[in-house]
């Protein structure tokens, strides 16, 4: 009972915090979802998230393509690391923000779909549902935000090279220096001929 309690005393506390945010701190309802998802993260004993430009590319392109899909029945979608099922040119989308596939592996992507958009019945299908797992995962550092008509798409990130969502040329530097290390450490060894 007391367990029941507690949780409703967060959920009431964001919905209170949503509901008199002063509006000079946030200027559309990316901002406030995103204050409300770390509100509760931090209820949690999480890190806030910090916003990452390449996964609000991929969350507004991703809303952008599901935007005429008609919401399921649960509101959200199953979600899981890895390539969304929701869209069928994923590899398109991260071409058009410039993100590595490989990147991309342990990144997650969470489309809730909400008639209207309604702010706190959105932060409720990412905190009071399966997803609010995902929230409550401390490996994710990073967040970006997408909407279009009924439909949000969240889009976390990790600090790993496997769930940066880096771009190409920042993902090649890692692997280049890398193999200039491997060389190097081989080239020493060959050089004083301990191998």
């Keep these: 009972m007391a367990c029941l309690r507690v949780g409703f005393a967060i959920y009431l506390s964001l919905f209170v915090i949503l509901l008199f945010s002063v509006p000079a701190l946030c200027d ?27 996964a609000d590319c991929l969350a507004d392109e991703i809303a952008d393509e599901i935007e005429d899909k008609p919401c399921p029945a649960t509101g959200y979608l199953a979600s899981k690391p890895g390539p969304p ?29 909400v008639s209207k958009r309604v702010a706190t019945l959105v932060l409720t299908n990412y905190t009071q549902t399966p997803n609010s797992g995902f929230l409550n995962n ?17 889009v976390l990130t990790t600090n790993t090279v496997g769930g940066s969502l880096a771009n190409e040329g920042c993902f090649g530097i890692v692997l280049s220096l890398r193999h200039l290390g491997l060389g190097l450490i081989v080239g020493f060894f060959l050089l004083f001929g301990v191998l």
């Excluded at 099922?85 to 779909?113: F, G, H, M, R, S």
């Design 85 to 113: 099922t929701v869209v069928n040119n994923y590899p398109d989308l991260l071409k058009k923000c410039k993100i590595d596939p490989n990147t991309t592996q342990e990144a997650v992507i969470l489309p809730v779909c």
């Design 28 to 54: 559309d309802e990316e901002d406030h979802l995103m204050q409300g998802l770390n509100s509760y993260r931090q209820s949690h004993n999480a890190q806030i998230l910090q916003k990452n430009d390449k």
């Design 138 to 154: 401390t490996r994710f550092t990073g967040a970006g935000i997408g909407t279009e008509d009924d439909w949000t798409v969240l």
